[in-house]
């Protein structure tokens, strides 16, 4: 049996490996701006919030970012990310806390997997201006 860690290190390879295949170049703007994201959300989160957090990267309208979000949505809740979305805004407080418990841990592999796959790292500028999410 697989620990979360595990599944989600499995799951989320696979993910960001389909990404990175979808954008072979890997100075092209997907890619950073899909890792810089994956970088900067865990920070998001914990200052935040999981909710505003999510709002937030949502209203960008960055093709790239949205993919990380339906890749987090698939993931960590099994479903899109609008329901992702809706259930990061309407669970109660225990299952609000599990999954921003869960997101946190799947945004780890997220950004593991960014700087060694999409070869995006921290200091990468994603060019779509900045991340207060206040």
């Known amino acids: 049996m697989q620990t979360l860690e595990q599944k989600f290190a499995v799951l989320i390879y696979d993910r960001v490996s389909a990404y990175a295949s979808r954008y072979p170049d890997k100075n092209s703007s ?9 970088h900067k959300l865990p920070i998001l989160v914990y200052t935040s919030g999981l909710t505003q957090a999510l709002a937030f990267v949502e209203s960008r309208g960055n093709p790239a970012q949205h993919s990380l979000l339906e890749d987090l949505a698939q993931v960590t809740a099994e479903c899109d990310k609008p329901h992702y979305l809706e259930l990061s805004r309407n669970s109660g407080l225990q299952d609000y806390v599990y999954l921003t418990r869960k997101t946190l841990i799947a945004l780890k592999w997220f950004k593991r997997f960014a700087q060694s796959v999409l ?3 921290a200091t990468a500028n994603d060019k779509t201006g900045g991340t207060n999410a206040s």
């Open 30 to 38: 997907e890619r950073t701006q899909y890792g810089s994201m994956a």
């Open 119 to 121: 070869e995006v790292d």
